[in-house]
């Protein structure tokens, strides 16, 4: 528990920006030059030298705590992000967009602000009842906020970790009631961080490493041909990435992509945020090489508090989404519980978390080009994270592994 919630701090650390405090109080406040001659009346007495002292040392001290609180403000204002991004009423109309991971935490955010916006959504969820509540809960938030009933907001089921499931998603897309229409954003959303022991999916592959990468490079490839890349505006695709990649500070590690080697949870975390990022440099070259009308993104939600927390709380997890269940069952005394209580002050909320996302996702950014974004900007990636060598590498051997092939 205490390296998992050591390496949790590591990646709140990221998530906000860095202050450098190389700030000593007294060097600031309690040396100050002296002259190099003085007459002796002009010398203070040895009691008055150390009365000065004693105040430079408490106006350093003070000073010294200001500075320390303006810092711990201002990084938690930049850990908070922008004011949440809400898409203009009737802006996304007749846009279609698919969000995995929709019945919960970041997903449904987003699926709630941009149907409130007009989006015809379709939202996935492994369980087809948790995929009915998200839809009343999208629906509930349009009518609040708007008075919009939006009628267009519609669930499949889909299980990452069984590819066989995500190939035929293309199929039920096609069989639902908006079968017939274009796809303008695939928002691959859902993940799952710090499984603590190495699982393997139906499929004979790492969990992390199918879940956050492999299933949504099958369901991108199983989706393309009904992408609306023909439009003006074209098609996107969005990654919800993380910071997170800089676990991987050695960069992608083929030869032990699927675990077999070695397994930690966060370094298995890391690479597959790598990979996310990797997937869409390489999604975006092999578009524009094939003159597609296609544009891709991936993304630093920041810190959010979200059920992606359920390995750290583990047995004291309970769903978001199940809110009875969080009333009656949640244990705020746990010693997981209030280890992780202080880290609220360096997260996000779901609101701020999603904003990054629903703002790529609403067709905002120009020239986005395969970059990564963290709080509506543009970031610069470690040269590891901008492999284009890597991230072939890597689309070929996804293509291998998941059996897809993109035919662009």
Not at 5 to 10: R, V
Not at 89 to 97: A, D, E, Q, R, T
Not at 105 to 131: P, Q, Y
Not at 184 to 193: I, K, P, R, Y
């Amino acid at each position: 528990m205490l390296k998992s919630l050591g390496t949790f701090i590591s990646l709140l650390l990221l998530s906000s920006i860095s202050f450098t405090l190389s700030f000593s109080p007294s060097s600031v406040f309690g040396n100050f030059p002296k002259s190099a001659s003085k007459s002796q009346n002009d010398l203070h007495s040895s009691a008055d030298d150390n009365n000065e002292d004693t105040r430079r040392g408490w106006l350093g001290k003070v000073a010294g705590g200001t500075i320390v609180t303006g810092g711990l403000v201002a990084n938690k204002i930049a850990i908070r992000g922008p004011t949440p991004y809400e898409p203009p009423i009737n802006s996304l109309k007749g846009k279609v967009i698919i969000i995995t991971g929709g019945n919960t935490g970041l997903g449904l955010e987003s699926a709630k602000r941009m149907a409130n916006a007009g989006a015809t959504i379709m939202l996935t969820s492994r369980s087809k009842t948790k995929g009915k509540l998200a839809i009343q809960d999208v629906q509930q938030y349009c009518l609040e906020n708007s008075g919009i009933a939006n009628n267009n907001v519609y669930s499949l089921p889909l299980d990452l970790c069984d590819l066989d499931n995500v190939k035929e998603f293309a199929n039920l897309y096609q069989k639902s009631p908006i079968g017939n229409q274009k796809i303008d954003v695939l928002l691959n959303n859902a993940g799952v961080m710090a499984v603590p022991e190495r699982e393997l999916t139906k499929d004979g592959y790492e969990k992390t490493f199918q879940t956050n990468h492999l299933g949504h490079f099958a369901l991108t490839s199983s989706l393309l041909p009904f992408m609306n890349t023909a439009s003006r505006e074209g098609a996107r695709v969005v990654n919800v990435s993380s910071m997170a990649y800089t676990f991987a500070g050695k960069g992608l590690d083929i030869d032990n992509i699927n675990g077999d080697l070695s397994y930690g949870p966060w370094d298995s975390y890391g690479q597959s945020k790598l990979q996310n990022i990797l997937f869409t440099k390489e999604l975006q070259r092999r578009a524009k090489d094939a003159n597609i009308n296609l544009t891709s993104a991936s993304l630093h939600p920041g810190l959010v508090r979200t059920d992606l927390a359920r390995y750290l709380l583990q047995d004291d997890f309970v769903s978001m989404q199940d809110k009875e269940a969080q009333k009656q069952h949640v244990n705020y005394f746990s010693p997981k519980f209030l280890a992780l209580l202080p880290l609220v002050y360096f997260s996000k909320s779901v609101e701020r978390g999603a904003t990054t996302q629903i703002w790529l996702a609403s067709g905002q950014g120009d020239g986005i080009d395969g970059n990564f974004y963290q709080n509506c900007n543009s970031l610069k990636l470690a040269p590891y994270a901008e492999d284009m060598e890597k991230a072939k590498e890597l689309w070929e051997i996804s293509e291998k592994l998941s059996g897809v092939k993109y035919n662009f």
